[in-house]
């Protein structure tokens, strides 16, 4: 059973700065892609970036140039750097891991923005 577990999220004021992280339970090389979604209340889970075997990164455009995913293979961990965070990046955040049809989901942490 693969098990993703993310962690670091919390409250910060906009501007500032967040660092998720999602442990995998099995070799994060065993999946094509690694990915951080997020879901806002009342909104649908939305893409926000990805992480493919080959080190290959995708954003979504409205965090292009603030948020860096990467990954530690020795760890079997995949952060996201949150830099400039606004208050429309507030949601929960998923871990998610897949290979071919098969995936995989975290149980989220919540990231808030203060007001």
């Known amino acids: 059973q693969v098990r993703l577990v993310e962690s670091g999220g919390g409250l910060v004021q906009p501007g500032g700065s967040l660092k998720l992280s999602c442990i995998v339970s099995?070799?994060?090389?065993?999946?094509?892609?690694i990915m951080w979604h997020r879901q806002a209340p009342g909104k649908e889970r939305d893409f926000v970036a990805a992480?493919?075997?080959?080190?290959?990164?995708n954003y979504t455009d409205s965090v292009k140039g603030r948020f860096t995913i990467s990954r530690d293979s020795a760890k079997n961990t995949v952060y996201l750097q949150m830099d400039s965070l606004k208050p429309e990046d507030a949601a929960v955040y998923y871990c998610?891991?897949?290979?071919?049809?098969?995936?995989?989901w975290g149980q989220g942490t919540q990231v808030t923005l203060s007001l």
């Open positions: 998610n891991a897949n290979i071919f049809a098969r995936q995989y």
């Open positions: 099995e070799n994060i090389f065993d999946f094509n892609n």
């Open positions: 992480i493919n075997v080959n080190g290959r990164t």
